[in-house]
């Protein structure tokens, strides 16, 4: 395993590009630089390139590194200038440009609606905005929400008008939260409109590509199938996840049950999927590969049916990535070439980051790669640990061989994007992969043999029979108290020195290089001074966090890593909205609830701690003027209470106020008004998201 060798570099010379194309990404996202730069970058690039060609053959190989500079500038402004491209805010005919909030809309819906809890949703494209009754063609993507109502006629290609304010995505701003905002972007989607039956006009012409057509109406087919078939919520929810990648009808509870355990690439659709569809089209098309004149055919059949299961499966980063990875291996052994895996998979990576370079962020994505590069490495080196005869004993063991192999690149990417460890994935993972390999063959039989009733239904009884199987055994697994190690929290720099040490400890074994394991243990140490910092951080930290939590007060006041908390009770018994909007940021300061903190006081709604003074009101109350008015640091106002802020004023000395998630918004802009006559600095957490106050 030559990994770190100058042979290696140079059987991969587009890993090379690949990283200097990220780097162009990553610069372009955080800086947002000029097009007019990168377009000179790429330019002095290219004269560069033509320069050195110029040079003499033979002295070419003396100055090598500096045309490998120059090809690296060459990527690094491609991948600046296709993330310019690919960020709608760029685009002249943005919506955004022309949008100001009174204009009529026409938009045309981009899928099938899905139905929610208490809504139906949409992703739609806006084609015109109408101004002063002129139509101007615009780009933009926008999510619908429509109240539920069983007149609504809407399919993908649906066209409707409307003039109802569209709002601004935004995050709750929570620490630690989700960047919704961003991810939304990255889609190209920057707004969102919530429409009531008479709120909104139907048109009549429709707006259809032919090839989404197909591939919604085929999606459409197979889950008729499924749900014809295989019957229980849980079984058919998971079984349409399992084969398409169709989640609308997953129950969360057995989602988080999959996470918990460590199995959840099951249900996200990646290269084991790809990998046996890969299998049974080799087997099935191997006849053809016997006869000079059908040899041809066979991996333009293999290829075809790889993408076209990629595309009816919602055409996901993950799979994309395999379909790219099977295509070149097919196109490698029809002609007979052998190339190196982490070159071929450079390649595949750098085509996915043109299509979109925001896949850089996609977590499946890193998880894919990650996962993949992890079983190459490691999978054959943990193989070898043991010999086995027997060949079903030896089948088991390579099984978990490719699973530990995997977990050792995609652990730290796993803890710090989802917190958590999953102790007991080497059980989950022996019976849940070969069973879910059964499983998702025995749905591509059920749709082949679909138009025979009797024999359907006995399969999707099979069916059923397995995914309830692996249900209870998740399930079962999961219930077990320490099947979990949950609240981790690591940054970036700490995820990436983990993967460091175990990359340079694991080349120390298995090809004994000193340098593998100076480098791993140096990638440890930062690793173990990076992490101390944060944990003497986290122990000097006293702060007040005010949440941004819909309808809801919810107040943390933290000392070190413990939190008292102050709010609504209720919202402690919401395990969905607790672990949305307070859990990120507990995890992320690395506090821990307690019964009462040193130095803090409570009289009705004034609390004092570490020096500070903090009034609460939530429902309406009379203050009388003071002489002396006493102090008050922080003013927090929920619900809808009825007071004056020039009563108020009278009564304290208010240095700030904050206005959380509960208030009403109408009332929300009176006070403003007040606190801005009054020369008070005020905080709405529905538009700045939380407010914190360091204490120290």
């Known amino acids: 395993m030559a990994l770190y060798g100058s042979n290696f570099w140079k059987k991969t010379p587009f890993l090379k590009l690949l990283l200097a194309a990220i780097a162009g990404i990553i610069v372009q996202w955080h800086f947002q630089v000029s097009i007019t730069i990168w377009w000179l970058v790429l330019l002095a690039g290219t004269v560069l390139t033509a320069i050195f060609f110029l040079i003499p053959f033979f002295k070419r190989f003396r100055f090598a590194f500096i045309n490998g500079i120059i090809t690296s500038i060459l990527f690094f402004s491609i991948g600046g200038i296709l993330t310019w491209e690919k960020d709608i805010r760029n685009d002249k005919q943005w919506l955004g440009n022309y949008y100001t909030g009174t204009e009529t809309l026409i938009v045309t819906v981009d899928e099938p609606p899905v139905e929610k809890t208490k ?18 063609s615009v780009n933009g993507k926008i999510i619908l929400y429509f109240k539920k109502d069983s007149s609504l006629q809407l399919s993908y290609g649906s066209q409707i008008i409307f003039k109802k304010p569209l709002q601004e995505i935004k995050n709750s701003g929570n620490p630690g939260g989700f960047d919704y905002k961003r991810y939304s972007l990255f889609q190209g989607i920057t707004h969102q409109v919530y429409l009531k039956s008479d709120e909104f006009e139907l048109l009549n012409d429709t707006r259809e590509n032919w090839f989404r057509k197909f591939i919604y109406s085929s999606r459409e087919k197979v889950l008729d199938i499924l749900r014809t078939n295989i019957k229980g919520g849980k079984e058919l929810g998971l079984a349409e996840a399992l084969l398409i990648g169709y989640k609308d009808d997953l129950e969360q509870s057995l989602v988080q049950s999959y996470t918990n355990t460590g199995v959840v690439h099951i249900i996200a659709i990646s290269g084991l999927h790809l990998g046996l569809i890969y299998w049974l089209l080799a087997l099935l098309l191997k006849p053809l590969k016997k006869r000079k004149k059908t040899k041809w055919l066979s991996p333009v059949l293999i290829i075809t049916g790889l993408w076209l299961f990629s595309l009816l499966a919602g055409a996901q980063p993950s799979i994309l990535r395999s379909a790219l990875m099977f295509t070149c291996i097919v196109w490698g052994e029809t002609f007979s070439r052998k190339t190196s895996i982490f070159n071929t998979m450079a390649v595949s990576a750098f085509i996915l980051l043109c299509i979109n370079p925001y896949f850089l962020w996609d977590v499946g994505f890193q998880l894919s790669y990650a996962a993949v590069l ?3 490495i490691f999978m054959r080196p943990i193989y070898n640990w043991f010999y086995i005869k027997n060949k079903v004993l030896d089948f088991l063991w390579k099984l978990n061989a490719v699973t530990l192999a995997a977990q050792i690149l995609t652990v730290p990417l796993s803890i710090y994007h989802f917190h958590q ?14 069973l879910s390999s059964a499983i998702l063959l025995g749905e591509i039989f059920l749709c082949v043999i679909s138009f025979i ?3 359907a239904i006995f399969i999707g009884k099979i069916i059923s029979g397995l995914i309830w199987l692996m249900n209870t055994y ?8 320490f099947s979990l190690w949950d609240g981790l929290q690591i940054s970036i720099l700490q995820a990436a020195l983990l993967i460091f ?27 173990a001074i990076v992490r101390s910092w944060s944990f003497i951080q986290s122990n000097r930290q006293q702060k007040i966090i005010v949440y941004n939590v819909p309808q809801k007060r919810a107040i943390d006041i933290v000392n070190g890593r413990n939190y008292f908390f102050v709010g609504d009770s209720d919202l402690l018994a919401n395990d969905f909205a607790r672990n949305f909007h307070l859990k990120p940021s507990r995890i992320l300061y690395r506090i821990s609830d307690v019964a009462a903190l040193d130095n803090l006081s409570f009289f009705e709604n004034y609390l004092s701690y570490n020096g500070k003074h903090i009034l609460l009101v939530d429902e309406s109350i009379s203050f009388l003027p003071q002489e002396t008015k006493p102090l008050v640091d922080l003013l927090v106002i929920s619900k809808n209470p009825k007071i004056y802020m020039k009563k108020l004023v009278a009564s304290f000395n208010i240095k700030r106020v904050v206005f959380d998630g509960s208030v009403p918004a109408w009332k929300v802009t009176y006070w403003k008004k007040d606190c801005d006559s009054l020369q008070i600095p005020w905080h709405d957490v529905t538009m700045k998201g939380a407010f914190e106050m360091r204490l120290n």
């Open 374 to 376: 992890s079983i190459i």
């Open 501 to 527: 040490f175990a990359v340079g400890i694991s080349y120390w074994l298995m090809e004994k290089s000193t340098t593998g394991l100076k480098l791993g243990l140096l990638a440890f140490l930062g690793f």
């Open 119 to 136: 809504s139906v949703k949409a992703n739609a494209t806006v084609s015109y905005l109408l101004k002063n009754e002129q139509p101007i």
């Open 474 to 481: 998740i399930e079962k697994i999961e219930s077990i108290h």
């Open 453 to 455: 009733p009797v024999v």
């Open 421 to 434: 460890f999953p102790n007991l994935f080497i059980l989950t993972n022996f019976l849940a992969v070969p």
